[in-house]
């Protein structure tokens, strides 16, 4: 009975798969009619979302396949399914947050000893250059104002670096993150750096639609009004971001 509900269901992913297929509309449309002679139509509707499912599932266990935080795989799987359910249902709001939480996982289990130790031996070194508006050469810049934000005077730094990383704010992890894993501790070029941060913050200022109640300020708002307004282009631009940042993490986890 087991082998004969496999071959079954392998019979649905089949004929779903040719369904699905450009040019195979009217398949589709012959096979609605001629089972909606059988059986009712949320029954069928019922097979049709039950395949949309497993296509999902496919999907998100193949994304993460080669993913080598193994602790937190199968919940990183878990939101890509829901990340896709909502892209599909056109819930911009959900899919932003599903799609941060898979970041925000990856950081928070990243966010260990071994970068803080290394930030606590190198946060006075350089790191990066910025371009110098009035003399248009370039500043050199320490590893502390890469990640931390504002003047803040070393005794503070010392003080945040003897924290564990998980108290610190979202923005600090992620940019510690950023450049241990991502840039591999080399910041060549640091526009590149802001272009993927700013993604990031673009994404995670969208994912606080979901957590209303708290003030906003006029950035944040100006960042969310430019999101949900082009919410149609940036389905493809967080999820190609979503690639970008699991593909050159995981290049650098031993």
């Known amino acids: 009975m087991d082998e004969q509900k496999r071959d079954l269901k392998t019979l649905i992913d089949f004929v779903n798969d040719?369904?699905?297929?450009?040019?195979?509309?009217?398949?589709?449309?012959?096979?609605?009619?001629?089972?909606?002679?059988?059986?009712?139509?949320?029954?069928?509707?019922?097979?049709?979302?039950?395949?949309?499912?497993?296509?999902?599932?496919?999907?998100?266990?193949?994304?993460?396949?080669?993913?080598?935080?193994?602790?937190?795989?199968?919940?990183?799987?878990?939101?890509?399914?829901?990340?896709?359910?909502?892209?599909?249902?056109?819930?911009?709001?959900?899919?932003?947050?599903?799609?941060?939480?898979?970041?925000e996982g990856i950081v928070n289990y990243l966010s260990n000893d071994e970068v803080v130790e290394y930030l606590q031996l190198h946060y006075l070194s350089p790191s990066h250059k910025i371009k110098n508006k009035d003399t248009f050469g370039f500043d050199q810049k320490l590893l502390w104002q890469l990640i931390f934000f504002g003047e803040l005077e070393n005794l503070e730094i010392?003080?945040?670096?003897?924290?564990?990383?998980?108290?610190?704010?979202?923005?600090?992890?992620?940019?510690?993150?950023?450049?241990?894993?991502?840039?591999?501790?080399?910041?060549?070029?640091?526009?590149?750096?802001?272009?993927?941060?700013?993604?990031?913050?673009?994404?995670?200022?969208?994912?606080?639609?979901?957590?209303?109640?708290?003030?906003?300020?006029?950035k944040q708002k100006i960042i969310i009004e430019k999101v949900t307004s082009n919410s149609h282009k940036y389905y493809f631009k967080f999820l190609g971001y979503l690639e970008d940042f699991t593909s050159k993490i995981n290049a650098q986890i031993i």
């Open 18 to 103: 040719i369904a699905n297929q450009k040019g195979n509309e009217w398949f589709k449309a012959e096979l609605k009619e001629k089972i909606s002679l059988q059986i009712h139509s949320t029954e069928i509707e019922e097979i049709y979302e039950y395949c949309i499912r497993q296509i999902l599932k496919d999907q998100a266990t193949k994304f993460y396949s080669d993913f080598k935080l193994i602790p937190i795989k199968d919940k990183l799987i878990e939101d890509y399914i829901r990340m896709e359910q909502f892209r599909r249902d056109d819930r911009f709001e959900d899919f932003c947050l599903a799609l941060f939480q898979q970041i």
């Open 158 to 218: 010392e003080n945040k670096l003897k924290k564990p990383m998980i108290d610190w704010d979202f923005s600090e992890r992620y940019k510690s993150i950023l450049f241990y894993f991502y840039f591999n501790k080399k910041v060549y070029n640091y526009f590149d750096f802001q272009t993927i941060f700013f993604l990031g913050n673009d994404l995670y200022q969208s994912r606080n639609l979901n957590h209303r109640g708290g003030k906003i300020s006029n």
